[in-house]
Nanobody, 116 residues
Framework: QVRLVESGGGLVQAGGSLRLSCAASGSINSINAMAWFRQAPGKQRELVALITINSITNYADSVKGRFTISRDNAKNTAYLQMNSLKPEDTAMYYC??????????WGQGTQVTVSS
């Protein structure tokens, strides 16, 4: 069984910063990519950022220059540093981990709310 534990969400004013963490544990093979998605009320879940095993990153256009994804392979943990937050960044943020054997797992989500 694989467990993903997310943390770091909360309420912040526009222009502020938050750092999300996602720690993977349990029966998981080597992790390939790790990613963050988000879903706002009434909207589809969208990819925010992804980082490969070789630390190649990819970002949604809406967060480029403001968000930074990173990972600590020794801890099976991914991070999302979010700066210059905007009200439109308000959403539930989900971690997704892609295992070397092709399986993928979702975290339970952490709420980010940005007030104007």
């Amino acid at each position: 069984q694989v467990r993903l534990v997310e943390s770091g969400g909360g309420l912040v004013q526009a222009g502020g910063s938050l750092r999300l963490s996602c720690a993977a544990s349990g029966s998981i093979n080597s992790i390939n990519a790790m990613a963050w998605f988000r879903q706002a009320p009434g909207k589809q879940r969208e990819l925010v950022a992804l980082i490969t095993i070789n630390s190649i990153t990819n970002y949604a256009d809406s967060v480029k220059g403001r968000f930074t994804i990173s990972r600590d392979n020794a801890k099976n943990t991914a991070y999302l540093q979010m700066n210059s937050l905007k009200p439109e960044d308000t959403a539930m943020y989900y971690c997704r981990v892609y295992s070397a054997n092709g399986a993928a797992y979702w975290g339970q989500g952490t709420q980010v709310t940005v007030s104007s």
